[in-house]
């Protein structure tokens, strides 16, 4: 079968791979119909993420047809159609109990923080992921859903990440009704998070980023006010300003490890590797939060240390919230949303590649040119 193969930092290409293979009797093969590129592949991309073995095929966000199924599943029929989370859940240990199933205690034997995710490293397991034509889904009973009738797979594909994650940051932030709620990062995740903070109430929506092209998408989308931190000067004094000097009710940070805007993060975080990415969205976001508010963090950073400034989080008394998403626990909440045109999650699929163009896609999304804000690879198999 044809799929992504990292070679290194920024080298990846397309390759005849082994079929994947039922390896456990709660195993499913998945046939891929839609495979989107991440923010979270970049850290991957970007030689970021400790344990990123070259050989690996990344893709977490993918959609597809069950080819084949282990000899203990009970749900999953061959044919379904599913959408598929990206994380990886046993959906029986103490924290899939707690529906907090990116913390699976089975899927990832590995760590002791996040659960299994595919095509993210061995430091989350080292599952292959749905940037292929197929992929072996393990626990198929658990993480797996089938599409809706109806349901377009565009639509389906932003289900298994952005629509989510977006989502809970927005949940996780603790809106109040009137909230001004800042978020960092115009990203699919950054633009999603803003478009469901209105969902929780908010009543002032803001953007930062730095890439235009991205805050005209977030002011059309979310709806909200987005603003270049290029053309802010100190974007933390903006935001003071613009909030009485108060400092805005809750941030959320959707940039993660790959921060630009400042010079000694970048060099520590992403050149020297020194610690677990670059924070500067994260310091911007502790600073800019009012007394006594609300950080949510989706953005994902390396599992070593960062130089943070936990004496303003004491001293503030903020309520820092973090996690990857939990896809399963929001799935029937966020599938009725789109059925009811709440949230349109495939208007932010702005590029359609061929799977055999995946190179070129990483090329696009990581430098962020033509105008791409999320891509979808579709395999040559999708139709078949
Ligand atoms: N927690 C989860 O479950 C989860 C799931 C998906 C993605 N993520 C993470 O969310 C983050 C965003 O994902 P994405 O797909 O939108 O990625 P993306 O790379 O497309 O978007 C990140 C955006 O941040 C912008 N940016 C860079 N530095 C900034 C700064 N200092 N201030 C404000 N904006 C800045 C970039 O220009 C870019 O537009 C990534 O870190 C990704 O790993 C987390
Ligand atoms: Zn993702
Ligand atoms: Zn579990």
Not at 105 to 113: D, L, V
Not at 191 to 200: D, E, N, S
Not at 340 to 346: A, C, E, N
Request: hydrophobic fraction near 40%; include cysteine.
């Amino acid at each position: 079968m044809l799929a992504m193969n990292y070679r290194g930092p920024r080298r990846v290409r397309i390759d005849h791979r082994p079929m994947p293979e039922i390896l456990h009797p709660q195993d499913a093969i998945v046939r891929v119909t839609r495979s989107c590129i991440c923010g979270s592949d970049l850290h991957l991309y970007n030689g970021s993420v400790p344990d990123t073995r070259v050989g690996m095929t990344f893709g977490h966000e993918f959609t597809g047809v069950v080819e084949e199924v282990g000899a203990d599943v009970r749900k999953l029929k061959v044919g379904d159609h599913v959408l598929v989370p990206f994380n990886i859940a046993c959906g029986t240990c103490v924290f899939c109990q707690q529906e907090l199933y990116g913390n699976c205690h089975e899927s990832n034997p590995e760590a002791t923080a996040v659960g299994g995710i595919y095509g993210y490293s061995h430091t989350a397991g080292g599952y292959n992921g749905g940037q292929a034509e197929y992929v072996r889904v393990p626990y198929a009973d658990v993480g797996p859903a089938v599409i809706p009738p109806g349901m377009d797979p565009d639509d389906a594909v932003l289900l298994t990440d952005v629509v989510p994650t977006g989502y809970q940051a927005a949940e996780m932030a603790g809106i109040q009704p009137g909230d001004t709620v800042v978020v960092f990062g115009a990203g699919p995740v950054g633009i999603m998070a803003a478009r469901c903070a209105w969902l929780f109430g908010a009543g002032r929506v803001i953007v930062i980023d730095h890439v235009e092209y991205r805050l005209e998408f977030a002011r059309n989308y979310a709806p909200c006010e987005a603003y270049n931190f290029r053309s802010l000067g100190d974007p933390v004094v903006f935001i003071k300003k613009t909030t009485d000097w108060l400092g805005a009710d809750v941030c959320i940070d959707a940039v993660g490890a790959e921060a630009a805007g400042s010079a000694m993060q970048t060099l520590l975080g992403r050149k020297l590797k020194l610690q677990g990415g670059s924070v500067t969205a994260l310091h911007w976001a502790i600073n800019s939060v009012k007394k006594g508010g609300i950080l949510s963090i989706v953005g994902v950073y390396g599992p070593i240390g960062a130089l943070v400034p936990m004496g303003n989080i004491v001293n503030k008394g903020i309520t820092v919230r973090a996690n990857q998403a939990s896809v399963k626990r929001l799935l029937p909440r966020l599938i009725e949303h789109v059925q009811q045109g709440i949230i349109d999650p495939k208007a932010l699929i702005t590029h359609r590649l061929p799977l055999e163009e995946v190179a070129d896609a990483y090329r696009m999304f990581s430098a962020k040119l033509d105008g791409c804000i999320k891509p979808v690879l579709i395999p040559p198999s999708a139709s078949a």
